[in-house]
Each structure stands twice: as C-alpha cells, then as structure tokens.
C-alpha cells in the first residue's frame, strides 16, 4: 500500500478553506493518514454519547472531528495568511518546506 504524505504535519498552525468551518484557523492534534483526514484544534466540534463507567459520569462531551486534508492549507509564521509551500533541500541535505510568498522555512 501506497504512504500518503500530506502537506500539513502535527502541530502546524492552520486554516480551514472550505466546509462549513471556513475561516477558522487552528493547530493539528493530530493527523490520520489512512482515511486522508487531519483533527484541527478547536474546529469541527461532534457530540459523542458516553456511558457512566465507574471512573466516570456519562453525559454528552464535544470533541473535535476530523476534516479532510484537501480542506486545509498551512499558515506562515511570518505572513500570517494561508500559503502554499514548496519543498527545498538544504546544504546539508534535508528537506524543508518553505513559503512561496516571503520564502520563510516552515519546517523547525
């Protein structure tokens, strides 16, 4: 089976572009590569039923849902608005990811 490789990784700053949470901007909790989906912090809220377990009371509690990959787009640091990136290899070999607008490395 194919490796999905995304253009977002785990803690990216990004900003939903399309759904009925556009606009939004958020940091991914985490990212989930078989169903192409990432969960954004703060963005796609679902209530989930739990049952009363003796550690616990059930009720209803709100977590964030997962959003499809293609429906968000990365944020600069630097130009604070959503970009679109482009890879780069530096002198030592690695990879980065940089903005195409200002040229800033995305990547820590």
Excluded: W, Y
Excluded at 74 to 96: A, E, H, Q, W, Y
């Amino acid at each position: 089976m194919l490796q999905t490789r995304f253009h977002v990784k785990k803690d990216d700053t990004v900003m939903v572009i399309a759904g009925k949470e556009k606009g939004k901007m958020g940091k991914i909790l985490k990212v989930l590569p078989k169903k192409n989906r990432v969960i954004v912090e703060k963005v796609n809220f679902i209530k989930r039923h739990t049952k009363a377990s003796q550690t616990g009371r059930g009720g209803i509690i709100e977590i964030e849902g997962s959003i499809h990959v293609s429906n968000v787009t990365l944020v600069c640091k630097k130009c604070n608005s959503p970009v679109r990136t482009r890879k780069k290899i530096l002198d030592g070999g690695k990879r980065v990811r940089i903005c195409i607008k200002c040229e800033e490395i995305l990547d820590k």
